[in-house]
């Protein structure tokens, strides 16, 4: 699957209370080959849902009755479990002088902004660009839970057990331990040990008393 083709199986969330709206948001986004939609007439019947299964991608109408696209971008940018999610804002309202509808968007956390009445190619290309970058995130995000993962595993010795530090000089796993965490160790002797090692000596002492 090409990185284009990823891109156009991502999840997109629409919200607008106006259904026409929502089917020209469908269609021309269904024609671009973005087909994972789910669309959505009530902002608390999206939030229901995004928290349930989170999107990759929100397009929120902001003049919404009840709870506004401005009420659903809030909660997100609130909740770090979805703080990630990009946030594209469409509306109708104008933009006066002071540009309170966009400002007050960015300022809210949205990725990018659309005016109505919007052409075609530039809903599908603020999509695409916000789902790429989304991508992005997913494989970086990814990449570094490997990394974590592969973090764990420590190489050691098969013979004497000493373990291979990051600089790649080989220590006893005491050192490596007290280097890298909190931990401080008490001396003590195992059964085994006791049975093979120390005991054997002390009757070899007394032996030779």
Not at 48 to 64: F, K, S
Not at 102 to 111: H, I, K, T, V, Y
Request: glycine content about 4%.
């Amino acid at each position: 699957m090409t990185p284009n083709e990823a891109i156009k199986k991502m999840t997109i969330y629409v919200l607008d209370d106006d259904a026409i709206n929502l089917k020209l948001i469908k269609t021309v986004l269904n024609q671009a080959g973005f087909t994972n939609q789910t669309l959505f007439t009530n902002g608390k019947e999206m939030m229901e849902v995004i928290g349930l299964n989170p999107p990759d991608l929100l397009l929120l109408d902001i003049m919404m009755p009840g709870v506004s696209g401005y009420d659903v971008l809030e909660w997100i940018k609130q909740d770090s479990t979805l703080s990630y999610i990009p946030v594209i804002m469409i509306t109708a309202a104008s933009l006066d002088d002071n540009m309170e509808p966009l400002a007050r968007s960015f300022e809210l956390g949205a990725m990018d902004f659309i005016s109505k009445p919007f052409s075609n190619l530039e809903l599908v290309q603020r999509v695409k660009s916000a789902l790429r970058l989304e991508k992005q995130r997913q494989e970086l995000e990814a990449a570094a839970t490997q990394i974590r993962s592969l973090e764990k595993l420590l190489p050691i010795c098969s013979y004497c057990k000493k373990i291979r530090s990051d600089n790649n000089y080989w220590q006893e796993v005491e050192g490596y331990i007290s280097e890298h965490t909190d931990t401080i160790f008490s001396h003590s002797i195992c059964p085994d040990c006791y049975e093979t090692k120390v005991k054997p000596e002390m009757e070899k002492l007394k032996s030779e008393k």
